[in-house]
């Protein structure tokens, strides 16, 4: 669970990195597009495992965006990023499973790790 806060509590911190100028990709975006992947995944994978989480991940990739505010293509290769994340495991997983609930812990800790260091490495 502190996981699940962690990562929430990170994503407020990306507002801290400096924005890509208007159209131009931030030097982060592929760690940012990992991290929509991750939030899709996870906006599936939690909610099969029963976690009533209700729209958690879709409001934390929500927040992401509005924080970021990418646009143009940078917004729609992010937004991809995360249906990607959300259909394959869609796809793969009807029910929880032992594997989709380890799936789970490591994009727990996949994605804090990519929110901390992008904080780390591009904030102000």
Not at 15 to 36: K, N, V, W
Not at 55 to 82: C, H, Y
């Amino acid at each position: 669970m502190k996981k699940l806060l962690a990562i929430g509590s990170i994503l407020l911190c990306l507002s801290l990195p400096a924005r890509a100028a208007e159209g131009d990709p931030a030097p982060f975006d592929p760690d940012l597009q990992r991290l929509a992947e991750i939030l899709g995944a996870l906006h599936h994978l939690r909610a099969v495992c029963g976690a009533n989480e209700g729209q958690k991940w879709r409001n934390e990739m929500q927040a992401l965006i509005d924080t970021e505010a990418p646009s143009g293509e940078r917004r729609d290769r992010i937004v991809a990023r995360f249906n990607r994340g959300f259909r394959s495991f869609q796809e793969t997983y009807r029910t929880c499973t032992p594997a989709a609930d380890l799936a789970i812990r490591r994009y727990l800790d996949e994605g804090a790790k990519i929110a901390r260091e992008i904080t780390a490495r591009y904030a102000n």
